[in-house]
């Protein structure tokens, strides 16, 4: 079936580190690929997203390109900063808009 | 006002209860979505309807239905709530119109926490 891997966490970082958080998936079809982020006791908000091959999405300064060679949809930011601290989810959608969501990844920055 | 809302926040029960879990969206969408959140797991899909007439089964629907009010509410009920169903719970929105191909993107709501005991 379809699914979404990520890598786990927590991910700690200093603040204004490089940020990367990997994610692949598997699809039967040709997938939309997103990222989602969930701050502390809200639900979840659309970061970025990407529709087809070589596509970029970017938002708040992350970035994330589908690789259709490689199933693969990294997020990455060049400067994290404390109010980055969240949950991030890498999601894919195939038909009728079901989302498919990886574990999350945890992410951390100190001060 | 937020534009997804879910009542309750929080809630305690003990095995066997009926419980039932409401959604309330201002956005005008189509489309809503209930979904759990456990650790380790991500969020995985219960029950999903695409308009007040239609009604579909997620990953994950065993143990649990729903109701379709409203364009704007759309509420989950644990006809007997067991322990391993404790979790968090997000509503969610989106609009068929907004983009075609399954692309609209999803609006959640702030969650419900539900603990059984």
């Known amino acids: 079936g379809d699914s979404v891997t990520q890598m786990e966490g927590p991910v700690t970082l200093s603040e204004e580190a490089f940020l990367t958080i990997n994610c692949t998936y598997t699809?039967?079809?040709?997938?939309?690929l997103f990222w989602y982020v969930q701050y502390p006791g809200e639900g979840l908000q659309l970061l970025l997203k990407?529709?087809?091959?070589?596509d970029k999405g970017s938002n708040k300064g992350f970035e994330a390109t589908y690789r259709k060679e490689t199933t693969s949809f990294h997020l990455e930011k060049g400067s994290v900063q404390v109010s980055d601290s969240a949950v991030y989810f890498c999601a894919l959608s195939l038909y009728g808009n079901k989302l498919v969501f990886g574990a999350g990844t945890i992410l951390r920055v100190k001060s | 006002d937020a534009d997804v809302t879910q009542t309750p926040r929080n809630r305690i029960t003990k095995t066997g209860k009926r419980i039932m879990l409401e959604c309330s969206q201002t956005k005008g969408h189509d489309r809503m979505y209930w979904y759990r959140q456990d650790p380790g797991l991500g969020l995985r899909l219960i029950y999903y309807s695409f308009d007040v007439k239609d009604i579909n089964k997620g990953e994950i629907s065993d143990g649990y239905s729903v109701s379709r009010q409203a364009q704007a509410k759309f509420s989950l009920s644990l006809e007997s709530a067991i322990p391993n169903q404790t979790a968090l719970y997000f509503c969610?929105?989106?609009?068929?119109?907004?983009?075609?191909?399954?692309?609209?993107?999803?609006?959640f709501g702030p969650g419900t926490r539900l603990t059984v005991l």
């Open positions: 699809a039967t079809g040709y997938p939309s």
């Open positions: 969610a929105t989106s609009d068929s119109l907004s983009n075609g191909r399954g692309l609209d993107t999803q609006y």
């Open positions: 990407a529709t087809k091959a070589d």
